[in-house]
């Protein structure tokens, strides 16, 4: 088939996107680093982003890496393992596996000290051992498959983690009442690529709007979306669909207040919904990294509710970097004159190309410009 780079990208899935790390790599002078990461990389994709991210924090080494190193070289630790579920004042709450109530712990001081630079050892979905021979305390700590986490707002220096092994961020939106936001959408799907947790969009309110275009081109991105009513119960448009979708995983839930998310939340897992009384609206005086708290769900999923996530890193990406975590953009990439083309201003820019030919959607562009002019300036 004709067209060959561009065929080979076009609809491939979050999970499956073959030739970011190439195209990393050939856009970027600083291959040599990427040769630390040969060994535990787990695809091309998995290189590229570390690759975003370690240049992004600490010097050269992401705070995920250097957690995880660090506790590669800690002791085993003996106990019970378990889950970190929540905070309760000085205490960690530990859900054992063994099905047990909660446990407060307290946390043994190695575990306290390990990583510089951040304000919190232990966030909610941390997988723990527990010693129970006394009072219970936190002996061991596992790497972590992902993580979010932010600058301090109190001190910049700081690095607040709130949330850890999630497996789904659930992105949500409204067709209607508030209108449907892409660049808001974009902002989150550019945080869980960041972040290497996979996204998933539900849009809401289908009663109070209309949102064909961006069911669309969210699709065509090859993302997973849902067409949602999440004020009608279990019986609702498209909930047990999502329900479907969703068992099993570790999921955040993300989205602007009053797209529904404590009604979705109250559709899918009612259980879980009488128990949490709120879920996540962005921002705004609550506590992100202690008020953070996930739930269990029935069939072994897990609900976490943590606010911040808006805010979360993207900061100390350069524009390259978000470029390649918008799959659409990273698509034309290979075809701007400039390798290290940031598509604003390159003369032969295949990416304000395709734009102009309908190619690429004017609010993915119009979003990536406002991350890059906004954000990364804001560093
Ligand atoms: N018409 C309609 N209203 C909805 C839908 N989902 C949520 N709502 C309403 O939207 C309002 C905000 O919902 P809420 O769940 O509190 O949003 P949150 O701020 O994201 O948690 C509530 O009045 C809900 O009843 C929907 O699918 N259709
Ligand atoms: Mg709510
Ligand atoms: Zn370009």
């Given at each position: 088939?004709?067209?060959?780079?561009?065929?080979?990208?076009k609809?491939?899935?979050?999970?499956?996107?073959?030739?970011?790390g190439?195209?990393?790599?050939?856009?970027?002078k600083e291959?040599g680093r990427?040769?630390?990461w040969?060994?535990r990389?787990?695809?091309?994709?998995a290189?590229?982003?570390?690759?975003a991210?370690?240049r992004a924090?600490?010097?050269?080494e992401?705070?995920?890496?250097?957690?995880?190193?660090?506790?590669?070289d800690?002791d085993?630790?003996?106990?019970e393992?378990g889950?970190v579920?929540?905070f309760?004042?000085?205490r960690v709450?530990?859900?054992?596996?063994?099905?047990?109530?909660e446990?407060?712990?307290?946390?043994?001081?190695?575990l306290?000290?390990?990583?510089?630079?951040?304000?919190?050892?232990?966030?909610?979905?941390?997988?723990?051992?527990?010693?129970?021979?006394?009072?219970?305390?936190?002996?061991?700590l596992?790497p972590?498959?992902?993580?979010?986490?932010?600058?301090?707002?109190h001190?910049r220096?700081?690095?607040?983690?709130?949330?850890?092994?999630?497996?789904?961020?659930?992105?949500?939106?409204?067709?209607?009442d508030?209108?449907?936001k892409?660049?808001?959408?974009?902002r989150?799907?550019?945080?869980?690529?960041?972040n290497?947790?996979e996204?998933?969009?539900?849009?809401?309110?289908?009663?109070?709007g209309?949102?064909?275009?961006?069911l669309a081109?969210?699709?065509?991105?090859?993302?997973?979306?849902?067409l949602v009513?999440?004020?009608?119960g279990a019986?609702?448009e498209g909930v047990?669909a999502?329900?479907?979708?969703?068992?099993?995983?570790?999921?955040?839930v993300?989205?602007?207040?009053?797209?529904?998310?404590?009604?979705?939340?109250?559709?899918?897992f009612p259980?879980?919904a009488?128990?949490?009384?709120?879920?996540?609206?962005?921002?705004?005086?609550?506590?992100?990294?202690?008020?953070?708290r996930?739930w269990?769900?029935?069939?072994?999923g897990?609900?976490v509710?943590?606010?911040g996530?808006?805010?979360?890193?993207?900061?100390?990406?350069?524009?390259?970097?978000?470029?390649?975590l918008?799959?659409?953009l990273?698509?034309?990439?290979?075809?701007?004159?400039f390798r290290?083309?940031?598509?604003?201003?390159e003369p032969?820019?295949?990416v304000r190309?395709?734009?102009?030919?309908?190619?690429?959607?004017?609010?993915?562009y119009?979003?990536?410009?406002?991350?890059?002019?906004?954000?990364?300036?804001?560093?």
């Open positions: 088939m004709a067209g060959g780079h561009r065929d080979k990208h609809g491939a899935g979050w999970s499956d996107r073959p030739g970011l190439r195209l990393r790599r050939a856009n970027t291959s990427q040769g630390r040969e060994d990389a787990e695809d091309e994709t290189v590229d982003l570390h690759g991210i370690e924090s600490h010097a050269g992401s705070l995920l890496a250097k957690f995880n190193r660090l506790l590669r800690a085993a630790g003996d106990g393992p889950e579920s929540g309760d004042g000085t709450l530990v859900r054992p596996d063994d099905g047990g109530p446990l407060p712990c307290s946390v043994r001081r190695v306290k000290k390990l990583v510089a630079g951040v304000k919190n050892p232990l966030c909610v979905g941390d997988r723990v051992r527990v010693d129970r021979s006394h009072d219970p305390v936190i002996t061991a596992a972590r498959r992902n993580q979010l986490e932010r600058a301090d707002s001190n220096a700081l690095v607040q983690v709130f949330a850890a092994n999630l497996d789904r961020l659930v992105v949500v939106a409204s067709a209607g508030p209108p449907i892409p660049a808001l959408i974009d989150y799907l550019v945080i869980a690529a960041f290497r947790i996204p998933l969009v539900v849009v809401t309110k289908p009663d109070r209309e949102a064909a275009a961006e081109l969210y699709r065509g991105l090859g993302l997973e979306v849902h009513r999440a004020d009608c019986e609702g047990a999502l329900r479907a979708a969703l068992a099993g995983l570790t999921c955040v993300a989205g602007q207040s009053g797209v529904g998310k404590s009604s979705l939340i109250n559709a899918l259980e879980a009488a128990r949490t009384g709120r879920v996540a609206d962005e921002g705004h005086g609550r506590h992100t990294t202690n008020s953070a996930s269990l769900l029935p069939g072994g897990r609900l509710d943590t606010p996530i808006r805010e979360c890193t993207i900061t100390g990406l350069e524009p390259l970097d978000v470029a390649l918008y799959s659409d990273a698509r034309f990439h290979p075809d701007c004159h290290d083309c940031t598509h604003r201003h032969d820019c295949a190309a395709a734009v102009g030919r309908g190619d690429i959607a004017a609010s993915r119009a979003s990536y410009l406002a991350i890059v002019e906004e954000d990364l300036a804001a560093t």
